[in-house]
DNA sequence: CCTTTTTTGATATTGATTATCGTTATCATT
DNA sequence: AATGATAACGATAATCAATATCAAAAAAGG
């Protein structure tokens, strides 16, 4: 099993030295000064691609614009409703609540978000 | 004091009889038969104003289309990945979990959203 | 090299949601 | 009943993130 397309690693490689949970936008202007023929159905692609295959997390949609996430260890989110800011949250793991749900529906759980709306830091010091 | 509009409340009333989490089509297509004047604008308008005012939450975008939830007591839902029905989930009042965000973030949280994805029981029987 | 399979760039299109705007309903007050 | 101020409306155009399309370029595998 070989590697894949440059631009591919670009873009995983791209999410990973961030926290910033970035939009498909920001890889793209990220990468586009190194890879000027890069377009961005490429990171549109290659985003839904590492999704699909569990590498990569949708954390969740901030003004309407998908937010992602190459950490792939269970962890919550915290968004700032005021700048947008997806910061990450580690819990102490899991509460058994994944058990409660699953009695509660009686199916199966197989992914778990705890997402915290409110006011980050600095935007908490501007008010 | 005044008084909501019929066709608002009748958009209230829509989602306040059925426990789905209805999209905006959903609230639609259930009242145009006795609102046949009704606009699929008016729908989005309200809901949108419900949301702004806190009497509905918006429970997640299930397939690209907002699902909305009139009932404002706090708990968690739980998304089938097979059929996409959403469904409640009411976790024991469990609330550790904001301060520990909050000490996190050094923010203050306003809203915790928890969501579980997995298999309904009906399309877990059918595989 | 050569062939097959993937991946890509460019661009058109989709589809849910929002904005616009001229009109209509509501309601307290004449 | 008529008025006027304002809220709400219908119709539809605009928005914009995301997806589909397809021919061309790059990678894989001999």
Redesign the pocket.
């Known amino acids: 099993?070989?590697?894949?397309?440059?631009?591919?690693e670009a873009?995983m490689d791209a999410l990973r030295e961030v926290k910033v949970h970035p939009?498909?936008?920001w890889v793209y202007a990220r990468l586009k000064p190194d890879?000027p023929?890069?377009?961005?159905?490429?990171v549109?692609?290659?985003?839904?691609?590492f999704v699909d295959s569990g590498e990569v997390n949708m954390v969740g949609?901030v003004e309407?614009?998908?937010r992602y996430d190459a950490d792939t260890y269970p962890h919550a989110h915290f968004i700032c409703e005021h700048c947008g800011a997806v910061v990450d949250v580690y819990l102490p793991q899991d509460n058994g609540i994944n058990a409660m749900a699953e009695d509660a529906v009686g199916g199966k759980v197989q992914r778990q978000e705890i997402l915290f709306r409110g006011l980050c830091e600095n935007c908490l010091e501007r008010e």
Chains 1, 2 share one sequence.
């Open positions: 099993m070989q590697k894949y397309s440059r631009k591919r873009i939009t498909a936008e890879y023929d890069l377009s961005l159905a490429t549109y692609r290659n985003l839904k691609a949609v309407d614009k998908a």
